[in-house]
């Protein structure tokens, strides 16, 4: 059977359109009572919608709750409003799964018409669909051909194209043996020949997963979430009660009938409708700002998490640094001539393509060895080994040069002059790496190797402490290396001579003291560390295990994603915080312009009636109004976040008070007096004077 043809890479990268249309289709299809009812908040309005709009359609049914004066056409009024409200909030929620159906749509498209050559037990091979593979079944790849399913390559090595689910362009490298072994179902090989350990079942590979999430069909509530529902409920529950005697109130104390819409309206306008309606596409767009940090989140729950975090453990290499330890100088042994200890150790890393030799190679010839004389084509090459821990060439006259660990030198040479030693534990001292240089058994200097922390890194952490986040810093180094790196990059605390089990060890200690952690791995043995901590943030070019251990998965293979990440979350949460306590406000102002209202003519409360809103009917109608127009004038802020900038907590609570305290009352206050005079005009009756008389008398006073 002849291969299918590989369907063509499709990058979900590219800014999703939103599907206007279908968010709305979508938006109606929520307003169902099995969607509606897992909003408490709005569940609430949903049942006094109905209860409003079968009083209006059907008065007779309820006499008694109509009033002496019953208005079809205000009970319709209120209906509507409510009806909109509902709306509102269930486009607010499809409007950020729209999103995420676009991300989710272009990931589809790789999906089609995948086959594969999987392997039997006697050798031969057979073209399958991909829907029948299984998990532990192995399949052979080609150059051209699309890999199935995720899974571990188990022979050869391959360059593959991830372009269609990472964004970049540049091919990555996955062969067997060590921790880059993991390939991703619907990436293409490119060149080379590989076998592959197929490591999930149909509809449960990375991009499935990663489907189901942007499109928000399994997004599990945090537990912030969760209790922030939980006290908007009983909030809601608490009103409930205040407003079913609230007639009884009024009636004794004003002698003033209310008809159970605008008691309907009154409980609506005072209950936090508006994080109500906006809390869910909070959580399904903050998954998706994540997503679009090519990170792929397997809970709303992780994102979540990063944002409450006390600790991160960040490794050395790669993260902090870049990994690649450059030359910087040359040390020579007293009676040796620094041009001959240069000469030397181009010539020992002649062979040496490791980017720490590179680098001595490069730093030798800028200080004047000349490049003719690297050249040791007759030599033998004497290869590193974790045994001997040197490496050089051996000359064709029989000279013996070699460099490596300054304790392997020194047992090689049988010791080591004194200003070498020393030499050595001044620049671990700094930070550096010393690697020595003999010339048949003879010491001939040292090599100083640094570590270049990464642009910015000191910044970012300078950031993360602000937020309250201790940094810890993971290494293998000795104490005195790492010492100088954490000074240098501006780790809190940090760990040397670090085993593979160092970092579960470290995650188990912080949560035991009840800190949330986070960390970054790419390995089989990083996986019960990750599995450990709160917030795990897999490398997508590590083992499959890593990335199932993982809550996170990062599809650019960079560490100090993690930084981001935690952004991210910090963002979730002010943005989550800033609506509450928006919606909060809005509701004391909504309290101001409507129970003073509706006591008009009653006397004793006109001192609260602080916009003189005259006519109850219009001041009800305005309030509630304004309570649905609200939700969607949010949902920008919910979708995109709040602004976001790394502060101290207290800081962080006089923006919110100031920017989302401060502005609810005023936009409550502003948006139902406009509103209040838009339809007094409308109806023929100006309301603005009153208004204005009461501008004028609080500007004056």
Not at 640 to 645: E, H, M, N
Request: some cysteine.
């Amino acid at each position: 059977m002849e291969p299918a043809t590989p369907p063509e890479a499709v990058s979900h990268r590219a800014s999703p359109r939103l599907g206007i249309l279908s968010a709305i289709g979508q938006s109606l299809h929520r307003l169902g009572p099995r969607s509606m009812i897992r909003n408490p908040v709005m569940f609430v309005v949903y049942i006094f919608t109905i209860f409003t709009a079968v009083v209006t359609l059907i008065p007779s049914v309820f006499p008694d709750l109509t009033g002496a004066h019953f208005s079809r056409s205000y009970f319709l009024a209120i209906t509507v409003i409510l009806f909109l409200t509902l709306w509102f909030s269930t486009l607010a929620e499809s409007i950020a799964e729209a999103q995420g159906r676009a991300q989710a749509e272009s990931l589809r498209e790789i999906q089609v018409g995948t086959k594969a050559r999987r392997l039997l037990a006697d050798g031969k091979a057979e073209w399958v669909d991909s829907k029948v593979l299984r998990k532990g079944d192995t399949v052979a790849v080609e150059p051209g051909e699309t890999i199935p399913l995720d899974g571990d390559v188990i022979e050869g090595a391959a360059e593959i194209d991830e372009s269609m689910m990472t964004g970049e362009s540049s091919a990555v490298i996955r062969e067997s043996g060590g921790d880059k072994t993991s390939v991703l179902g619907g990436s293409k090989v490119l060149r080379g020949k590989i076998r592959v350990r197929i490591a999930a079942e149909p509809g449960e590979s990375f991009l499935d997963r990663m489907i189901r999430l942007v499109e928000g069909a399994r997004r599990d509530k945090s537990p912030n979430e969760l209790a922030l529902t939980l006290l908007l409920s009983a909030f809601t529950l608490i009103l409930i009660l205040v407003v079913l005697t609230f007639e009884y109130m009024v009636t004794a104390s004003a002698a003033i009938s209310l008809d159970i819409a605008t008691l309907v309206a009154l409980l609506v306008c005072l209950m936090p409708t508006t994080i109500g309606g906006l809390l869910p596409a909070i959580g399904i767009a903050a998954v998706n700002r994540v997503s679009y940090a090519n990170v792929v989140a397997k809970s709303g729950r992780a994102v979540e998490s990063a944002g409450d975090l006390d600790v991160l453990i960040l490794d050395k290499t790669g993260t902090i640094t870049t990994g690649n330890r450059i030359a910087v100088e040359f040390v020579p042994a007293i009676g040796i001539d620094k041009s001959d200890l240069m000469a030397n150790a181009a010539l020992a890393s002649a062979y040496d393509d490791t980017p720490e030799g590179r680098s001595i190679l490069r730093l030798a010839v800028r200080r004047g060895v000349a490049r003719e004389g690297i050249r040791v084509d007759a030599s033998r090459i004497l290869p590193f080994t974790p045994e001997r821990r040197v490496s050089g060439v051996e000359l064709a006259n029989g000279r013996e040069i070699l460099k490596g660990a300054v304790s392997a030198i020194e047992a090689h040479c049988g010791s080591m002059p004194e200003e070498l030693t020393r030499a050595a534990q001044d620049a671990a001292g700094r930070g550096m790496t010393p690697l020595a240089v003999a010339v048949d058994k003879k010491p001939f200097g040292v090599v100083l190797l640094k570590d270049i922390v990464k642009p910015g890194i000191p910044d970012r952490l300078r950031e993360l402490r602000l937020m309250g986040i201790r940094t810890i810093m993971c290494t293998g180094d000795n104490r005195i290396t790492a010492s100088a790196i954490a000074k240098e990059s501006g780790v809190d605390e940090f760990v040397a001579e670090a085993r593979p089990e160092t970092k579960l060890e470290l995650v188990s200690r912080e949560k035991s003291a009840g800190r949330l952690v986070a960390m970054t791995g790419d390995g089989t043995n990083d996986a019960p560390a990750l599995a450990r901590a709160d917030v795990g943030l897999a490398m997508n070019s590590g083992t499959s295990a890593a990335k199932e251990a993982g809550n996170m998965v990062d599809l650019d293979s960079d560490p100090t994603k993690i930084i981001e990440v935690v952004s991210l979350g910090k963002q979730l949460l002010i943005t989550r915080g800033g609506l509450t306590t928006f919606s909060v406000t809005n509701d004391v102002a909504k309290y101001f312009a409507l129970l003073p209202a509706i006591y008009v003519g009653g006397g004793g409360v006109g001192f609260l009636n602080l916009l003189r809103l005259g006519n109850p009917a219009l001041a009800v109608i305005s309030t509630l109004l304004f309570n649905a127009l609200i939700i969607p004038l949010m949902v920008p802020i919910a979708l995109r976040g709040a602004p976001f900038r790394p502060r101290t907590a207290v800081e962080l609570l006089r923006n919110n008070m100031l920017v989302y305290g401060l502005g609810g009352l005023v936009s409550a206050f502003l948006g139902i007096g406009i509103i209040y005079v838009g339809l007094g005009y409308a109806l023929g009756t100006p309301t603005i004077a009153p208004i204005l008389q009461s501008i004028t008398h609080f500007l004056g006073s």
